[in-house]
Structures are given as C-alpha cells and as structure tokens.
C-alpha cells in the first residue's frame, strides 16, 4: 500500500504546474525597493530561505535567510526598509507565529508563504495540504513561489515557463530518479553538494532522517572537509550532488577521498545545464525524496509519522510562540 509521502512526492510535478499561474505581483510590490529582504523559516522552511535568499542575491538583490528562533529572539531590529519573507508550511510553527506577529504589529512589509490551512489571510497559499510528516510537496511548492517572486523582483529566470519546464524536470526525476543502487548504509550517511546544491543536501538529509530513521547529514564541501568528514569510514556511505557543479573541484576531490578511506560512493548528476541552478535544486530534491521513500522499504519505518514519543511533547513545539503555538 503506498505510503502518505509517496502521495505527496507524486503530487508535486501537477502542483509546481498550477502554480506557474499563481499571481504574486501585490507580493512582489511588497518586497520591490527594499534594502534587505529578509527571508526566515524553520527546519525545511529554512532550506528553502535558504534557496530563496541565493536566488534573490543571484539576480542583484539584497537578501538574507534567517532562522526564525533567530530572527524572532536573537536578530537585531531589520535596518530601514527591509521587508520579511516568513515561510510556515502549517502556518503552526511557534517562532514564525512570534515574528509574524512582530511584524504586522510593527507594520513591516511582510510576504507570507504557508499551506493552504493555515489561516493565514494575507499569505500566498501552497495548493497541496501536506498529509505526511515528512514534508515533500509544501517544500518545492515554497521554492517555486520563491522563485516566481524573484522573478518580479529581481528579475531572475525563474518565472511562469521556467517553472513549467522544472516541472517536467521534477516529473522524469520521480519516475527515473537513479537511485536503485544505493542501499542503506550500516551506519550513517553523508551528502554533500556545492552552493545551492550544499542546501539540497542538507534537506535530503533531513527526509532521509524523518522518514527512515537513519543517521543522515548534508553538507556543503568546504564543511565536510573542515572536521566534518573525519568520523565517516567503510560503514558508511557518501552522496555527491551535481559535482562538475564546483567550479573548484572540491566535491570530486572528496568523493575520491572517500573512495580511498573505503566508503561507500555515489554521485546524483543531472543533464539540466539549461535550467537556473536554483531550479535544477527541485528535481534533485525529488530524487532525493524518493531515496528516503526507498530506505522506509528497507526500514520498515511509516514515513508519515516522523514526530514520535517524547518529542511529540505540546510544550515542546509551543516554546517561542507567541501565546500558543504548536506543529
């Protein structure tokens, strides 16, 4: 019987396609002329802020991701003229809930992204509820309003028909994703990528971690060689994403490090060259996906359920809100 995630993973080509006709030019007035826009997020949230935060940049303007504990509790005041991008998938994460409300009580310019239950009125709705803990389809619905934003604001080669050509991408991904000779690996696994590619490491990472209950960690190369990679031996496995992607070499330079340390090597490429770096993150994001789903076959853990005994606890999610918060 398919699993939740598996749903949600196949979901995703028709949603990215409904939403190249989503309308964010209101949004995009928003954010247009500010000095920093300042995008936060948690946990999968982050990764795609992440993302957002190098498109923008890529395309000349001023942009930041930040956590949203950070943000919420740490970060200084934003400068004048800075606007707020906060991405919730649920609309239910504690410290987005604080910031939001910071935000609108301070009457800062605020662009919104949540799922479509998530009773936020001003936000720009992903189409697709998640129905599984490990979050798939909020996510790539979150870059690709990102990336239709960017597109208004900065410029960037990221609108409508782009996304529709990310789509079929994503589509293929899912129903050829290359990933049937990578097994389970005894012990833990590392995935490692250059820029944008470093962050889709760490949020495939992450699904490996939810669904199948591995240890599984994401890492840009410069990480991995500084301290990182020194634990990993022949119980353990490497995934290098896109290298010829690393204009100095560094994540090949690894993978064969790895090799002569008797670690277990794989590399994800893609043939995308004519789609913007960001948008080739979706389908390697897809593929990456469909690995945690072929791990929980290995497992046998329920994907859908990754939030289990005393971390389930209310007080636990509703720390940092800002009266009551929760998942």
Known sequence: MPTEL??????????????????????????????RVMIVGTGTSFHAAELGAYLFRSGGTDAIAVPAAEAARWY????????????SHTGETAYALSLRAAAREAGLPLVT???????????????????????TVSYLA??????LLAHHVAGTPTGAGELLRTATAVRDAIADPGISGIAVPPRALAIVGAG?????????????????????????????????????AGEDALIA???????DGLTGQLLEAARKEGITTHRLDDQHDDLHPYLRQLPVTARLQMLASQFTGVTGTNPDVAITGAWTSDQLWESGGPTAGGR
């Open 6 to 35: 598996q749903r949600m993973i196949h979901a995703q080509p028709s949603v990215l396609e409904q939403l190249a006709g989503t309308t964010v030019e209101a949004e995009a007035g928003t954010l247009r002329g500010a000095s």
């Open 76 to 87: 200084p005041r934003p400068r004048s003229g800075a606007a707020y991008v906060i991405i």
């Open 113 to 135: 992204i949540t799922g479509p239950a998530s009773g936020w009125d001003e936000a720009i709705k992903t189409p697709e509820k998640e129905t599984s803990e490990t979050y």
């Open 142 to 147: 979150a870059l690709a309003i990102l990336g």
């Open 196 to 232: 944008p590619w470093g962050v889709s490491a760490r949020e495939g990472a992450l699904k490996i971690r939810e669904s199948a209950r591995i240890l599984a960690e994401g890492f840009d190369p410069e990480r991995l060689l500084h301290g990182a990679a020194v634990p990993y």
């Open 241 to 247: 994403l896109q290298p010829g992607s690393d204009r």
